[in-house]
């Protein structure tokens, strides 16, 4: 199941450390977004998320892994968010 | 662990009956032996479910699992493991039972509060089925111990509760070729995810145009650590029981069912390709990262649990990827390389202030008993649950997060330079105290306080960034190693937590 998102734009779920940093567990945002802006976007929104949260966690679209374009692995491809999409970010929980 | 307790063997009327029924005859199979009637009443009501029957519970009869871990994750875990019949089940911790672990480490008890924990869960499992084979490993995992810990295995659950133990143990069980079961959870999230099932050999099964051809190791997933800053462990961010319990359960749940229907088996003729059904085995390499999300505001609701399909092994991975066999060995682990807590404690991104800009939580309080400290602003970067077990006289809550939410706005707007940090203050503040930094107030000293004196420093850095100490009229301090230091310094009643 996926999360409904308004008109125009995609969803943004944070979970376990992301929720803390943004105090928020889910916000729309304006779609289209290719996936290589993702990370500065949020980071204009919530100074400081891409040291503490982004860079260690995975990105999920539509409940899909989806590798960040970094240009290290050969298969990078041109992502983009499109209206209605969900995107999750899930940072590594630790404990137990 | 062979043939363990057949002196009573049922021989279901001398029949054939027991023989395995999937083509592999071979007289020495261990499949090909009967269960005793004492296995055959405990395990009849998990035999008859479809999939798994007799010969999938002969599989976990001879299966040996090792669970590190033995706290809340890893007593769960191994209740499910030790009621199915695992033949051989090994349990990996160097902790004592404390009271603080009994609410959701169910495999303990009060009467055993200071003993071992793998004694103390041995002892529960026992009573709960004597049949398997109990190995106590009374130590925690290290890169000298790992391979030797886990070689014996079959299969392997990662129940441990930090992020350079979770590398180590997913690193070894690579080399090892040994399935991984990986669990995590803290406050009130879970995290669950099947690795490198099946084992494909490491360096092997990289990924082409795009299709993957071999599962993922927990580098593969996550590729680099937290912050060690944000690494929350349970005794510092809280974890709920049921949370953890789930996961756990889970985590059983995956192992009985790989072993049961044979997919840890490496297969004799390498490659582990092509011998599984193709469903089954494109799944695996894919593994499914099942989230769990516990709300305390919300009822249960459609968000609470997500099943996210995951990659499979990548080329780029630094553990089982291209060229990995080059800088990634047993024998290289066991010389302290990779160097495991350096590379889960670095960079830190931690403020260490100037002396002059703190002040010991005994210094403070005995200034402030003779007065010298007179109106001030005292804030507390506590979460509000730990400040409302109590707090320093005159304290105002503002939790850390909040602080650095507020900070990063407020700088966002332009710091004005008037005292009040464009508007930080009216922010986060409560009217009281906002009020005594008014109408000649505007150069009262603030203290920050948090729990151990690293998020104190932090916090003193944000509001001089934001021009709050006006141009140095107004002291800002930290009271050095929080709460903790105030409990060992001032009042050894306080209830630190």
Redesign the interface.
């Known amino acids: 199941?996926t999360?409904k998102t308004p008109k125009g734009h995609f969803n943004v779920?944070y979970?376990?450390?992301a929720g803390?940093?943004t105090?928020k567990?889910m916000e729309a945002m304006p779609a289209p977004l290719p996936l290589k802006k993702l990370f500065g976007t949020l980071e204009a929104h919530?100074?400081?998320i891409t040291?503490?949260?982004l860079?260690?966690s995975?990105v999920?679209i539509n409940?899909?892994?989806v590798?960040m374009p970094s240009g290290?692995?050969?298969?990078d491809q041109d992502i983009i968010i499109q209206e209605g999409d969900e995107v999750?970010i899930?940072?590594?929980?630790?404990?137990? | 662990m062979q043939n363990r307790n057949n002196n009573t063997i049922y021989q279901n009327g001398g029949t054939s009956s027991f023989s395995p029924s999937n083509g592999i005859n071979n007289n020495s199979n261990p499949l090909s032996r009967s269960l005793t009637d004492e296995e055959f009443d405990r395990y009849s009501r998990q035999m008859i479910v479809p999939g798994m029957g007799k010969e999938g519970q002969l599989r976990l009869l001879t299966s040996r699992v090792l669970i590190i871990g033995a706290g809340g994750l890893g007593c769960p875990a191994a209740q499910y493991i030790a009621g199915a019949g695992i033949g051989t089940i090994g349990i990996v911790d160097g902790d004592v039972v404390e009271p603080s672990n009994l609410h959701r480490q169910v495999g303990h008890a009060t009467s055993r509060i200071g003993t071992p924990k793998v004694t103390s869960l041995i002892t529960h499992l026992s009573a709960l089925n004597p049949l398997p084979t109990y190995i106590p490993h009374p130590c925690h995992i290290t890169p000298d111990n790992a391979a030797d810990l886990i070689a014996p295995y079959d299969l392997v659950l990662d129940c441990t509760d930090n992020p350079a133990t979770r590398y180590l143990i997913s690193d070894v069980c690579v080399l090892l070729r040994k399935p991984l079961v990986s669990a995590a959870s803290v406050q009130k999230s879970g995290q669950l995810v099947v690795l490198n099932c099946p084992a494909t050999p490491q360096g092997e099964g990289l990924p082409e145009g795009g299709k993957y051809n071999a599962a993922p190791c927990y580098r593969c997933c996550f590729k680099q650590p937290p912050p060690a800053a944000a690494a929350l462990s349970c005794g510092e961010a809280g974890i709920m029981g049921p949370v953890v319990g789930l996961m756990g359960v889970a985590q059983a749940g995956e192992a009985v069912k790989i072993l049961a229907s044979g997919l840890h088996a490496i297969p004799s003729s390498d490659g582990a390709t092509g011998q599984e059904e193709p469903g089954r085995e494109r799944n695996l390499r894919q593994p499914t990262l099942l989230i769990y999300s516990y709300d305390l505001d919300a009822a249960v609701g459609p968000y609470a649990f997500r099943a996210l399909k995951m990659a499979g092994r990548k080329k780029s991975c630094f553990a089982c990827g291209e060229g990995s066999r080059a800088r990634l060995t047993l024998g290289g682990i066991k010389k302290g390389e990779p160097d495991y807590v350096q590379f889960c404690s670095a960079p830190t991104a931690r403020v260490t202030l100037p002396v002059e800009e703190r002040i010991t939580a005994a210094a403070y309080h005995e200034a402030r008993e003779r007065g010298e400290i007179a109106e001030h602003v005292l804030i507390d970067t506590r979460e509000r649950e730990h400040f409302s077990f109590g707090s320093i006289d005159g304290a105002v809550n503002v939790p850390f997060g909040k602080l650095l939410m507020a900070a990063a706005v407020a700088s966002r707007e332009g710091a004005s330079g008037n005292g009040n940090g464009n508007g930080f203050v009216e922010k986060i503040l409560p009217e009281e105290v906002r009020g005594k930094m008014v109408d000649g107030g505007e150069d009262l000293p603030i203290y920050v306080v948090c729990r151990r004196g690293l998020d104190s420093q932090e916090a003193v850095e944000k509001l001089r960034g934001l021009g709050m100490d006006n141009g140095g009229r107004r002291k800002i301090l930290d009271i050095m190693g929080g709460m903790k230091a105030w409990k060992e310094e001032v009042d050894p009643s306080f209830p630190f937590i």
């Not at chain 1, 290290?72 to 298969?75: G, I, L």
């Not at chain 1, 899930?90 to 137990?96: A, C, E, L, N, Y």
């Open positions: 199941m999360s779920l979970f376990a450390s803390s940093f105090a567990q919530y100074e400081g040291e503490n949260v860079e260690h995975l999920t409940l899909t892994y590798e290290e692995d050969d298969d999750a899930i940072p590594p929980v630790s404990s137990g």
